[in-house]
C-alpha cells in the first residue's frame, strides 16, 4: 500500500462554521506527520473524519477502508491518544492491562510491561493515585503494545513538564516507530516535535496552506538575519514575513536565490514555528 490516508475534497461544516474546506492529503507508511494550524484551524476535525468520529463529505481512505462504515475494522489498526488519557479512576493499572489484553486482538502484555519498567507506574496502582506524567505514560504503554499500522495523536503532551514530554517523544522513536508504521500528530508545541517529522501540514480556517516534506521544506524556505545597512535590499527579495530580533532583521523567503541572500547577512534554515508565523499571517498562505 502505497498510502495509509488519502483525503480528496474532505469538508466539515458545523452550522454555518466551515471546519473542513476541501482538503486534500496523503500519508504514506512509515511516515511522522505534524499537522500543525491556529485553535479552530480544523485540526481535530480532521482527525476525527480520519478515526470515523464524525461525518464528513469527500473521499477518505484510511488503511484502504471507509471510515464512516468500516470503523470495526479499521481500529483493528489504528491507535489513538488524545490531549486527555481518559482511563478510570478506580482501576488498578493490572486490571486495565488485563482489560485491553482481553478486548483487543493485536495487543501484546509482554510488550506493554516492557514499556512500563521503564517508568515509575506501579502495577498495584490506581490511576487516581498516579501523576499526569505517570498516566500518560500508562496510557502509551497500553497504545505502543497494540500492533496498529497508524497512531493518531492529537496534543499528546499537554500539561505535562518538560522531562515527560521528551520521554514520550523518545518512546515513539524508540520503542514504537518503524518503516511500516504511520504517526500522526497535531500540537502546538511544535519546537518539540520538528526534529522527528519527515512530513509537515499547515491548516489555516480549515484549508491546507502546507503540505511537503520536511527535506523540501530545508530546500524552499530560507531565513536571512541581517543589520539595518542590508534591509533595504533584503526587502527587495520580496520576503513572506520581516520581523525585528534585539536590534536586527529576520527575513523569511520562499524559494529565494541562496546566492542572493549569502551577502546580506546570515542564512539559515527556519524553524517550524518561524515557518508557520510567516505562512499564516496575511498574504502568507499559499
Known sequence: ???LITARGLSKRFGPTVALDHVSFALAPGRIVG?????????????????GLTGFDGELSVLGLDPRTQRDRLMEQVCFIADVAVLPRWASVSQLIDF????????RRDRCEEFLAKSAVRREARVRQLSKGMITQLHLALVMAIDARLLVLDEP???????????FYDSLLNDYMDAERTIFVTTHQVEEIEHILTDLIFINQGRIVLDLPMEQVAERYAQLVTGPDQVNRARELKPLNERQLLGR???LYEDADAKALAPLGEVRQPSVADLFVAKLQPGGAA
Open 100 to 107: 485491553v489484553a482481553g478486548v483487543h486482538p493485536r495487543f
Open 1 to 3: 500500500m502505497d498510502t
Open 249 to 251: 532583521s529576520v527575513f
Open 157 to 167: 503532551t499537554l500539561g505535562l513538564d518538560i522531562l515527560a514530554r521528551k520521554q
Open 35 to 51: 499537522l500543525i494550524g491556529p485553535n479552530g484551524a480544523g485540526k481535530t476535525t480532521a482527525l476525527k473524519a480520519v478515526l
